[in-house]
T-cell receptor, first 114, second 112 residues
């Protein structure tokens, strides 16, 4: 498996709180993508971080990547109700038949309550 | 803005029947993909294509065929639908292999 053994996770927080979602991967990658999937819709890329970046920010989003431990995190500052969604991390293959292919983790269900 | 559409949005099929899922993109992208998503899991790649009239196997191609008759259209075909193929299917497109993938809204397939 590309991923660690964690199953789909669910987080429930109050509006205004900060939240961090984690994922780990087994196969070497040079970039980690974070996707957001709203109910009834396809995933949409929200931030990506490359292996030469330890941290990447975009608005209230912050992604980190630790290539030595093969793990990445996505943090949302001051979460809002509209942040409620499923968040996936995905790695990009760069060798052989996996070149360019995205491999998705199981995802984290985030619910932000008013 | 990038646009990937899928039809139908939902479908109920009988075991052993033939199912065709369609995808259309207006992005002028060369690459198109079919993924399936099972409840509680991420997306898994079934087939992809980087040029019209050519398709490639993804990670879970068994039981599926794909067809790319034009740059804009990419179909996923289940010749003999099975219960295990009940899932949500997503189509995506990208400009090239390492570019961002843009996803369609998905097709919910239920095989009874």
């Amino acid at each position: 498996s590309q991923w660690g053994e964690e199953n789909l996770q669910a987080l429930s927080i109050q509006e205004g709180e900060d939240v961090t979602m984690n994922c780990s991967y087994k196969t070497y990658t040079t970039v980690v993508h974070w996707y957001r999937q709203d109910s009834g819709r396809g995933p949409a890329l929200i931030i990506l971080i490359r292996s030469n970046e330890r941290e990447k920010r975009s608005g209230r989003l912050r992604a980190t990547l630790d290539t030595s431990s093969q793990s990445s995190s996505l943090s949302i500052t001051a979460a809002q109700c509209e942040d409620t969604a499923v968040y996936f991390c995905a790695t990009r293959g760069n060798t052989g038949a996996n070149t360019g292919k995205l491999t998705f983790g199981h995802g984290t269900i985030l619910r932000v309550h008013p | 803005e990038a646009a990937v559409t899928q039809s139908p949005r939902s479908k109920v099929a009988v075991t052993g029947g033939k199912v065709t899922l369609s995808c259309h993109q207006t992005n002028n992208h060369d690459y198109m993909y079919w993924y399936r998503q099972d409840t509680g899991h991420g997306l898994r790649l079934i087939h992809y294509s980087y040029v019209a009239d050519s398709t490639e196997k993804g990670d879970i191609p068994d039981g599926y065929k794909a067809s790319r008759p034009s740059q804009e259209n990419f179909s996923l075909i289940l010749e003999l639908a099975s219960l295990s193929q009940t899932a949500v299917y997503f189509c995506a497109s990208s400009e090239w292999t390492y570019a961002e993938q843009f996803f369609g809204p998905g097709t919910r397939l239920t095989v009874l």
